[in-house]
C-alpha cells in the first residue's frame, strides 16, 4: 500500500523539524499511542492500540530515522508487532521546504501487514492507515500550535 501527502504548515522549517522529533508531540498526535521514546539518537520505541474497524489490535514497534539531513529530511522505517495479528512495516520519506515564512511538509510511505490483518482485507487496512495519517498531521498541526493545510498533490 502506498501513501502520501503535502502540506503547508503555518511555522518555519526548523520548528516542523523540532515538532517532528519531539515525543511529546508526536504521542499527542498518534491515534492510539500509548507511549514513545527515544531509544538512541535515530531510534524510538512506541506502543499504539490501532482501530482497524473491526478489530483493535495493540501493537509494540520500533522506529529508525536514516538517510538524515538535519531540518530537511529523513527517512523513517517502522515495524510493528501485533502478537497473533501479524506485523505491520511501513516507511516514509518526508522533505520540508521553506514556503515564504511557512514549511511544505511532503511524504511519501509504503506500508504493509502480514498474518491475520491482511485477512481484514486490503480496503479496510488501507482505509485505517489513510485516516491515521490524516488525523496525525490535524493533530500535529494543533500540537505545535500551528495552521496546517492540505495541499493537492500536483501542486
Known amino acids: 500500500m502506498d501513501f502520501g501527502g503535502r502540506y503547508r504548515v503555518d511555522a518555519n522549517r526548523l520548528a516542523v523539524w523540532n515538532a517532528l522529533n519531539d515525543t511529546e508531540v508526536l504521542r499527542a498526535c498518534i491515534p492510539g499511542c500509548k507511549s514513545i521514546h527515544w531509544v538512541s539518537d535515530t531510534g524510538l520505541e512506541l506502543e499504539i492500540a490501532v482501530n482497524l474497524g473491526v478489530a483493535r489490535p495493540t501493537f509494540k514497534g520500533d522506529l529508525l530515522l536514516s538517510d538524515i539531513d538535519p531540518a530537511i529530511s529523513y527517512t523513517l522505517t517502522g515495524q510493528g508487532r501485533g502478537g497473533l495479528?501479524?506485523?505491520?512495516?511501513?516507511?516514509?520519506?518526508?522533505?520540508?521546504?521553506?514556503?515564504d515564512t511557512a514549511t511544505l511538509l511532503s511524504f511519501s510511505a509504503t506500508g504493509g501487514a502480514s498474518g491475520q490483518i491482511m485477512k481484514l482485507g486490503k480496503a479496510i487496512v488501507g482505509n485505517s492507515a489513510q485516516k491515521i495519517i490524516d488525523g496525525f498531521f490535524e493533530r500535529f498541526g494543533n500540537a505545535m500550535g500551528a495552521k496546517?493545510?492540505?495541499?493537492?498533490?500536483?501542486?
Open 85 to 99: 495479528l501479524g506485523k505491520a512495516q511501513a516507511s516514509a520519506d518526508i522533505r520540508l521546504i521553506d514556503l
Open 148 to 155: 496546517i493545510v492540505p495541499l493537492d498533490p500536483q501542486g
